[in-house]
């Protein structure tokens, strides 16, 4: 795939330069509230350490916008860090050669938020120059980052001999198997609130897939686009031309859109409110339709059955409300059971669809679930990521 991974890296004695993504949440007393983030990146800097390199881990924490805030000091993920490792780490305000050079192998340094520093965001060669004079090797495990061409993501990578990290590996793995060579049929689920937000993703999909499935608020802006009335419904009704190309770009290179043939309508968007069940081109004038209904999932469901390939990203209808999380837990249901049976490859991303297919109880038997939000769905509208153009290739 064309970038280096710490299989084929030297690390013994090494001063190893890791960008980390541990922005994690924390609370008013500064505790960490989710180590999530930085529970995924132990085994990429255990690697390192039992290979007797020394780990100085590079991170932003929140946006400082390039000065020095006391509130988004890195200092206060070190306990939570410490704790992750099982080990000691060297919090470095502002990191020095010598005192790495001197330290023995396995030791692990966390450097202070890079955004602290103005050139981080700007690229700027010299912060990259900098960065670079303080390592060997370069090891990039923040895939989430990876969208940005700032000067610990991108140019440093051009600095150093460079490779992926585990958890850069594995995302870039799934999305490889995904969208790069994926076996066929593949299709895509796109839903969520708006086609607004999800134009360039669904131009890049309809290249791509065999089928894309269409659900959520956004279906309602391709109804409206057929000429159908959707009530009170969510809906962009400025984009409706919009949603009509896509049709017909998808109509010329064979990739058939799936819109809910079915849907669920209710008067207002609360948990519980009385609801029917109605054809898509019969929403009542006072209604708005929250889900798709059986029949669709139903076509949905044997779609996935067919399916070699699956990547998901948007809710099907409002999951956050019962019961019009109904579509959505039905389809990640059936995507869980046939990646459990081997049959399909299942990758899914973004934030609420994320919470929906746990919700659903459905992620953990997902092939790949992707908790890089941004640099996931760019990868997924087909856009080149820097941090990992600048992999490819490395030294
Ligand atoms: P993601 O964060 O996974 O990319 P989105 O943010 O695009 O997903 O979409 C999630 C939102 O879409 C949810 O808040 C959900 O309630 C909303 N949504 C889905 N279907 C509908 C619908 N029919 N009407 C209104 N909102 C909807
Ligand atoms: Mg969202």
């Known amino acids: 795939m064309g970038w280096k991974t710490l299989d084929d890296m030297d690390l013994e004695g090494k001063s190893v330069l890791v960008r980390v993504d541990i ?3 924390v609370d008013e007393a500064g505790q960490v509230t989710d180590a999530t983030r930085i529970e995924r990146i132990v085994p990429t800097i255990q690697y390192i350490t039992s290979h007797g390199g020394k780990p100085v881990l590079l991170a932003h924490f929140g946006r400082p916008k390039g000065k020095y805030v006391p509130e988004l000091s890195l200092r206060a993920v070190v306990p939570a860090l410490q704790e992750a490792l099982g080990c000691d780490v060297t919090f470095v305000e502002r990191p020095d ?25 700007k690229n700027d060669p010299g912060m990259a120059q900098f960065l670079a004079s ?29 490779c992926a990290g585990r958890l850069m590996q594995a995302e870039l793995e799934a999305l490889e198997k995904a969208l790069g060579k994926p076996q066929k049929p593949v299709v895509a689920v796109v839903g969520g609130a708006k086609v607004s937000t999800k134009l360039d993703l669904l131009g890049n999909l309809v290249e791509k897939v065999q089928y894309l499935i269409i659900g959520g608020g956004m279906a309602n802006t391709f109804l409206a686009a057929r000429g159908i009335d959707v009530g009170k419904s969510l809906c962009e009704h400025d984009l409706t031309e919009t949603a009509e190309q896509i049709r017909l770009k998808a109509l010329d290179l064979g990739c058939e859109i799936v819109l809910p043939v079915d849907v669920v309508v209710a008067r207002e968007f609360a948990a519980n409110a009385p609801h029917e069940v109605v054809g898509a081109q019969d929403c009542p004038k006072d209604a708005m339709i929250l889900d798709a209904g059986p029949q669709s999932v139903a076509r949905i469901e044997s779609l996935l059955a067919e399916a070699k390939t699956l990547i998901w990203n948007g809710p099907l209808g ?11 837990n039905a389809a990640a249901q059936a995507a869980a059971k046939y990646s459990r049976a081997g049959t399909l490859i299942s990758v899914a991303g973004g934030g609420d669809t994320v919470a929906a297919l746990n919700k659903a109880d459905a992620a953990k038997d997902f092939t790949y679930i992707s908790t890089a939000g941004g640099a996931f769905l760019e990868w997924m509208e087909g856009k080149t990521l820097p941090g990992v153009a600048a992999l490819i290739g490395a030294r």
């Open 97 to 121: 050669r010598a005192a790495i050079d001197e330290a023995p192998n396995g030791t692990v340094f966390l450097a202070e938020n890079t955004r602290f520093a103005p050139g981080e965001t």
């Open 134 to 162: 303080l390592g060997d090797i370069y090891c990039n495990d923040a895939f989430s980052a990876a969208h940005r061409a700032h000067a610990s993501t991108e140019g440093v990578a051009h600095l150093l001999p460079s």
């Open 318 to 328: 409002a999951f956050e409300i019962e019961p019009f999380d109904a579509a959505t």
């Open 23 to 25: 922005n994690v949440p």
